[in-house]
Nanobody, 118 residues
Framework: VQLQASGGGLVQSGGSLRLSCAAP????????IGWYRQAPGKQRELVAT???????YYAESVKGRFTISRDNAKNTVYLHVNSLKPEDTAVYYC?????????????WGQGTQVTVSS
């Protein structure tokens, strides 16, 4: 199973984007959905998750700037990325998991590139 991320782009420092993650309903309705990112030369890291009940969790590096939400009618999870910094530049991916820090359940898609210029 592969979840599709979209919505990335090139923005200036301080700008905002809304990333979208479309998931099959069979996956969306029973699993935690997480947003991950991988910057050049770095390991992929988890930045935010949202439970089936809608409870969000965030990495310290993005807390207060990123907001994760889910639209159950559209089987879509969003990541609102605000107050962007050059260090947020990365390819952003989404995947299902069983909770923060657990292994992912699907294969990795192409992701969506977010580039923040200073």
């Amino acid at each position: 199973v592969q979840l599709q991320a979209s919505g990335g782009g090139l923005v200036q420092s301080g700008g905002s984007l809304r990333l979208s993650c479309a998931a099959p309903r069979s996956i969306f309705s029973i699993n935690v959905i997480g947003w991950y990112r991988q910057a050049p030369g770095k390991q992929r890291e988890l930045v935010a998750t949202i439970t089936v009940a809608g409870t969000p969790y965030y990495a310290e590096s993005v807390k207060g700037r990123f907001t994760i939400s889910r639209d159950n009618a559209k089987n879509t999870v969003y990541l609102h990325v605000n107050s962007l910094k050059p260090e947020d530049t990365a390819v952003y991916y989404c995947n299902a998991n069983r909770g923060w820090g657990t292994r992912v359940l699907g294969s990795w898609g192409q992701g969506t590139q977010v580039t923040v210029s200073s």
